[in-house]
């Protein structure tokens, strides 16, 4: 594969500024945001122009207990069909517990959690590497991700688990270098460990995104302007290897594109420094085989070490979003600030997917949401979590405002059919609406 050189995140809300920005060689986008039979025109123009298309997945879970879906696994190949694109990339994270494994609750983090270090939960995300591999019709590279939260009796460090997966699968990497910044804060992860380790022969290309710190956690927003220590864990990067490709990430609190352009020259520089430092040989590294750790080992019964790896993604999920106690070793108050953090991403993506309901609502949605969610946790994905709030809340007689309440009852029709009635129960065939979706 070509080198990608440097991208940016597309996203509708900056579509035209990306479209008229000078130096983009290629973009990434959000992969389940795309429809592969109605492409967005923006993306279409871009494609017409050369400018590569990476789709970006997010809902896969391959760190999950489970197989990956097909469904998922389909959709995701039909979008890099559509798209043209030289691979298609994933995080190393699982998102949703529970099920049949466990024989607990479905349910969805709506979010990436991390995976534990552990060699059960390797051999898990080894073998349906190896199943998402065989699915898709170009190579797949693998995100590290960001954590507020470290899972007790891990096995190996970042540096060595991800250099055994590139030697036991051969999938290629997507190194965050604004994660290994947060894990750093938030774990006290040394990047350049990690970084030391890594077979960067396997890396396909870079993220790089901003955030900010709050109460000694780092919080990876992709809302703000990237930080120094991030951009120098990138040059730290490119002193050990050419990155394939560079790509910004923004996701919200978009800046005009006088700034978004000064944030992707300051990313070649830092690269530039990074390359230069190489070339002078000061703190040069070998590119050779993963050291500490990274040989292959035989991995154990993957029947086991999924129902092993389903247990604990399964407490720790319901500790998180169902209110149930944090398993022990854990820290209660980092996963205290993982569980807030949830819910105000929750919020958050189902003001996008139904805009409506803030408008209708005001400044109440967001405490009205929050109230909500609470004890309620997600287990059909965003649209249907929009339904069921609306729903719930008609159903407890509220907003107080009758026109509100009015017009919360018309946009649940529109998407639900028979109404609840106030302050009373759920019709059957409401229920059944809520439920099922129709």
């Known amino acids: 594969m070509r080198p990608l050189g440097t991208g940016i995140g597309w996203r509708p809300e900056i579509a035209d500024a990306v479209e008229r920005m000078p130096g983009i060689d290629w973009v990434e986008v959000v992969a389940e945001n795309v429809c592969p039979g109605h492409l967005p025109e923006s993306l279409l123009r871009l494609r017409e122009r050369g400018v590569t298309v990476v789709p970006h997945g997010v809902s896969l879970g391959l760190g999950g207990a489970d197989r990956p879906d097909e469904d998922r696994l389909t959709a995701l190949a039909e979008r890099a069909e559509a798209l043209g694109s030289p691979l298609v990339t994933e995080h190393i994270a699982f998102v949703r517990a529970g099920g049949p494994l466990t024989a607990s609750p479905r349910l969805e983090a709506g979010h990436l959690l991390p995976v534990p270090r552990t060699r059960d939960a390797l051999d898990v995300l080894c073998e349906n590497v190896r199943i998402a591999q065989d699915a898709l019709p170009v190579p797949l590279a693998l995100e590290n991700i960001a954590a507020l939260f470290s899972w007790p009796g891990e096995e190996l460090t970042e540096g060595q688990f991800l250099s055994e997966l590139v030697e036991r699968t051969g999938v290629r990497l997507l190194i965050d270098v604004a994660n290994l910044h947060t894990n750093h804060v938030n774990r006290g992860e040394d990047p350049a460990a990690a970084l030391a380790v890594l077979p960067v022969e396997a890396i396909a290309y870079v993220h790089v995104a901003g955030g900010f710190e709050r109460d000694g956690v780092w919080h990876d927003s992709h809302a703000h302007p990237v930080p120094r220590p991030v951009l ?63 040989v292959a080992v035989l991995a154990r019964p993957v029947v086991g070490a999924r129902e092993r790896v389903g247990v604990a993604q399964a407490a720790v999920l319901s500790s998180l979003v169902a209110g149930t106690p944090v398993p022990e070793g854990f820290d209660r108050v980092r996963m205290g600030v993982q569980a807030r953090a949830l819910a105000s991403k929750r919020a958050d993506v189902v003001a996008k997917v139904a805009p409506e309901l803030p408008v209708i609502l005001g400044e109440g949605y967001r ?72």
């Open 232 to 294: 120098d864990i990138l040059t730290d990067l490119a002193s050990r290897t050419a990155p394939p490709g560079v790509l910004l990430e923004r996701d919200e609190n978009f800046p005009g594109p006088a700034e978004l352009e000064r944030e992707l020259t300051v990313i070649r520089e830092a690269v530039t420094v990074g390359r230069e430092r190489a070339d002078e040989g000061a703190e040069a590294v070998s590119a050779g085989g993963p050291a500490g750790g990274g």
């Open 367 to 438: 405490t009205a949401f929050l109230d909500y969610a609470r004890p309620r946790p997600m287990t059909g994905g965003y649209r249907r979590d929009a339904l069921d709030f609306a729903g719930h809340l008609l159903e407890s007689g509220r907003p107080g405002d009758a026109g509100t309440r009015r017009r919360l009852r018309e946009w649940w029709l529109d998407r639900a059919g028979p109404a609840p009635r106030p302050r009373g129960r759920l019709s059957q065939v409401a229920r059944r609406v809520l439920r099922h979706g129709g």
